[in-house]
């Protein structure tokens, strides 16, 4: 299983990582020796069972409750920027 | 565990201070030491111990790994990602060590995002083996295991999510466990792998764990994957009588690679299980194993891909600045913010789980794990409990792996299915090989800790490696 350079940059976009040259080189030699590697070893087996669901805990759900939660301070503390009581970032829309 | 009476805690806590300014220097386990906190909770642990209130473990000194949430104490997963990052809370586990008297020396260092196997990761340093300079401690949780080992804590909480408490543990020569998922709230731990992810302690000896599981283990409401179980006093499993146990040696695990002087340490202390009246049965068969490694090298990075993408420069951690767009911003934050082991595991997790391979590699991954499991069950049923190698060799060089991925996750080929099935893993000293430090796997049904935790404390009164301490040249 050999990955294209395309596909790498592929993968980065989807991941939002802005890969170097250099990385996307290494990356794309690195992710086949190991994708090999797997392919290898599940091609030996058939599996087509469910998912595990470990403990079997599955819909599980809290009360409808509002609960005392954090200040507006405390949540802004670690923003890269913040501005009148907001995360501020550059434009979503065009 | 410190009789209270002759030592106050802050005199303790003050004395472990001093020898962690001593050594860390060379080793490196702490990312963050907190002298001032420790102070004042050591304070506070006396006066508690004075009113006849404390607990097992109020006073004593311990240490946290660095993804573990402590409010108002920075938490940096060794990444730059979270270089800065300050929790507003405290992790379930930290409330619950805090509320028994904790003393916290500090957070320990990790592969970052605790991806990896040898602490070679992190962004702010490598952890040296403190019984040889020049190897790994093993990873990802080992700075909590060279405090334990070198003394540098009374014990310390690591993370497991492919064998990174245990692998360390083994390496350094300490006790590790990881518990069965979901008997430890995960509430506070920086996800990574979500249904691999598991908290536990690595400690000097099996008492010490089984003090630290009372603590930290229960049912969490602020954790959807928690168990509601009652929690056993896991002391009281400690008899020190394992005769007509039935344990399994699973042949797989003695991979080819295996160094034959490890497997000789371990084969002897199998025979010392055997010779305190378990029934010891070789070469039963857990075909499966092979496969663990593909499954849980596609389940963690695609779980960790989807984990990993809060991190985008918003709310909290690094942010670029430099960049003309929102997503310019995004891709350049996480370009920088992220090492090249996370950078890879994201890509592999992303494309296991992108279109046109989701059902090639996620989903074959998601059935395969259910197979073990099930083989794992299948086991249990005719065995109390299976023993193996925690690894295949000694703590390999630093650099030895770093710049070959798939040597490096071939390292963890014994204590990788484990997360896969959920089941609880322990590690015990065993012996040395030329000096390095060889652990012993005990493996259980779920929620029967109590069961491996009786055969490591047997197996320890029997032997002595866990009371030999690295000379800390």
């Known amino acids: ?94 | 565990m410190l009789k209270m009476g002759q030592i106050s805690s802050v005199e303790l806590t003050k004395d472990v201070l001093k020898h962690i300014d001593n050594t860390d220097g060379k080793l490196h386990s702490y990312v963050t030491v907190t002298k001032g906190i420790a102070l004042d909770q050591a304070h506070a642990a006396d006066k508690r111990i004075k009113a006849g209130k404390a607990t097992p473990l109020t006073g004593i000194p311990a240490a946290i790994k660095d993804n573990m949430c402590t409010m108002g104490i920075k938490t940096t997963c060794s990444s730059r990602m979270l270089e800065n990052f300050v929790p507003p809370y405290d992790a379930t586990v930290v409330k619950k060590l805090n509320e028994s008297g904790m003393v916290l020396l500090g957070k320990t260092n990790l592969d970052e995002f605790a991806m990896g196997s040898s602490t070679e990761n992190s962004a702010f340093g490598i952890t040296k083996n403190p019984w040889d300079y020049e190897r790994v401690p093993g990873g990802s949780s080992g700075g909590s295991a060279v405090a334990v080992a070198a003394d540098q804590a009374l014990y310390a909480l690591g993370s497991d999510t492919g064998g990174s408490i245990r692998q360390p543990a083994g390496f350094c020569s300490v006790v590790g466990l990881k518990p069965t998922y979901g008997r430890v709230s995960r509430y506070g731990l920086v996800a990574f792998g979500s249904s691999l992810d598991q908290i536990g302690p690595l400690t000097r000896d099996v008492t010490d764990t089984a003090l630290v599981l009372n603590a930290i283990a229960g049912y969490d409401s602020c954790d959807s994957t928690s168990v509601d179980k009652p929690v056993p006093d896991y002391t009281k499993a400690l008899t020190g009588n394992i005769k007509g146990l039935r344990i399994g040696i699973p042949k797989e695990y003695f991979v080819d690679a295996m160094q034959s002087d490890v497997k000789t340490v371990i084969e002897e202390a199998i025979n010392k299980l055997k010779g305190l009246g378990a029934t010891v049965e070789w070469d039963m068969s857990l075909s499966l194993t092979d496969y663990a490694l593909a499954t849980y090298y596609l389940i963690a990075p695609a779980e960790a891909s989807a984990n990993l993408a809060r991190y985008d420069g918003t709310k909290y951690g690094h942010r670029t600045t430099d960049g003309d767009s929102m997503w310019d911003i995004m891709e350049k934050t996480r370009e920088d913010g992220f090492g090249a082991e996370v950078k890879r595991r994201i890509m592999i997790g992303t494309y296991a789980l992108s279109a046109g391979y989701y059902d090639a590699y996620y989903k074959k991954a998601q059935s395969l794990r259910r197979l073990i499991w099930e083989e794992f069950n299948q086991a249990f049923s005719k065995y109390d409990a299976l023993v193996t190698p925690t690894s295949p060799t000694v703590p390999f060089k630093l650099g030895e792996k770093a710049n070959d991925p798939m040597q490096m996750y071939l390292s963890d080929v014994c204590v990788l299915p484990i997360n896969i099935a959920g089941i609880p893993g322990l590690s015990v000293p065993s012996g040395f090989v030329d000096g390095l430090p060889v652990g012993l796997q005990i493996l259980g049904k779920p929620f029967d800790e109590e069961t491996i935790l009786r055969i490591g404390h047997a197996y320890e009164q029997e032997s002595d490696w866990h009371t030999k301490k690295p000379a800390l040249k």
Not at chain 1, 26 to 38: G, P, T, V
Not at chain 1, 41 to 65: H, S
Request: with cysteine; glycine share 2%.
């Open chain 1, 1 to 94: 299983m050999k990955l294209t350079r395309d596909q790498v940059v592929h993968i980065a976009t989807l991941a939002r990582i802005k890969l170097t040259e250099a990385e996307i080189t290494m990356y794309s030699e690195q992710l086949s020796d190991i994708l090999s590697n797997f392919d290898e070893i599940l091609k030996r087996i058939d599996a087509n069972v469910d998912p595990l669901i470990l403990n079997e805990l599955t819909g599980v759900w809290r009360e409808d409750k509002a609960k005392p939660s954090y200040t507006q301070e405390q949540i802004l503390a670690n923003a890269p920027q913040a501005e009148d009581g907001c995360f501020k970032v550059k434009a979503v829309l065009e």
